[in-house]
């Protein structure tokens, strides 16, 4: 008999955290929790606010509506549905096979992620972070920690991000990805560009909040990926696009099931999809994890380094503050 139990969370951040002019203090969920027999399975449903399209009440009801024992259903919004799927994605997993004929495997799965269990590589590679207020120092001792590939947070003044971009790839020799946030203009992203001169990046995410300017500035020669631009589209729709260099999917904005068929779509295309968190718990970074591991055949690096940013863990083992994580080991909740 398969149960479920939803619980909330609160975790404060180590200090304040500044994305995209918004200042977030703590991260708030909801655990979701399913039991059938002596297995267990665990997701994270936890919106994002001022990037999520629903509230953490607004999930927490659906989720309480989806998972009546009388009517086991698929919930409509994307956290929701996040949480769910990662709570039968990990049952399934943990016991190595499709879940039974029970009726939430079968109301649950939709898309081609459905509730199987889908073999994946033993690590996966993770990509640290560093905020808009972080610099060469910070850089430097994630790299000391082990890690090769950094995101930074860009969309001030495009002349002092490009010194300070320029400055931590120099120091620091990493593999660079940049993320905007949908922050300048397109004369800004332009401006951005041509100060940072013959730096190497992987992408930049979202330098402008136009498709049409993102496209324009991928075809002047700057990689471009992703990410604010891909909520609401059909895996169809980006099967049509040819010009973006990587996808940043966060299921948490999506559903694991769509991020499953729009990553299969991209890798058809030849672009590559980045699996990446929303400030998720460990609970949510272990799900994304063994998710990015299913995904094509490269260990491409996840953007799961945030939780460090966290004052504490939900699970043990933590998740690893570090460049790759063991998914070898089994991960249990306290």
Not at 74 to 80: E, G, K
Not at 91 to 118: D, F, I, K, Y
Not at 261 to 268: K, N, T, Y
Request: proline content about 7%; glycine content about 10%; aromatic content about 4%.
């Amino acid at each position: 008999m398969l149960s479920a139990e939803i619980i909330p969370y609160m975790l404060p951040f180590t200090r304040p955290v500044v994305l995209g002019g918004r200042r977030y203090e703590r991260r708030n969920g909801l655990l979701v929790k399913l039991t059938d027999g002596e297995d267990e399975g665990w997701g994270e449903c936890a919106p994002l606010p001022g990037f999520s399209g629903e509230t953490l009440e607004e999930a927490r009801r659906e989720l309480v509506d989806a998972l009546h024992p009388q009517s086991w259903r698929r919930p409509d919004s994307p956290a929701a549905r996040c949480g769910l799927e990662m709570a039968l994605a990990d049952l399934a997993r943990r016991r190595g096979a499709r879940l039974s004929t029970s009726g939430v495997e079968r109301q649950a799965q939709t898309g081609s992620e459905g509730v199987s269990h889908h073999p994946g590589r033993p690590f996966q590679s993770v990509n640290a972070v560093l905020l808009e207020s972080e610099g060469v120092p910070e850089a430097e001792a994630l790299m000391d920690a082990g890690y090769s590939t950094v995101k930074i947070k860009v969309g001030g003044d495009p002349e002092r991000d490009a010194s300070r971009v320029q400055g931590i790839a120099q120091a620091t020799g990493a593999r660079v990805r940049l993320d905007a946030n949908q922050s300048w203009t397109l004369d800004e992203a332009r401006r951005f560009a041509s100060h940072l001169g013959d730096t190497a990046i992987e992408y930049i995410e979202e330098p402008t909040n136009s498709l049409e300017d993102s496209r324009l500035l991928s075809g002047e020669g700057l990689p471009v990926a992703l990410d604010e631009s891909l909520r609401g589209m059909t895996p169809d729709e980006v099967a049509k696009l040819d010009w973006p260099t990587a996808l940043v999917l966060k299921p948490m904005m999506m559903g694991l099931g769509i991020s499953r068929g729009v990553a299969e779509r991209a890798l058809e295309r030849g672009i590559t999809p980045v699996i990446s968190s929303s400030l998720e718990s460990d609970v949510g970074l272990w799900g994304l994890a063994h998710f990015a591991a299913t995904l094509g055949s490269a260990d491409v690096a996840a953007g799961l380094g945030t939780s460090r940013l966290l004052s504490g863990s939900l699970t043990l083992p933590p998740f690893p503050k570090g460049p790759r994580a063991d998914l070898r080991q089994e991960f249990s909740v306290i």
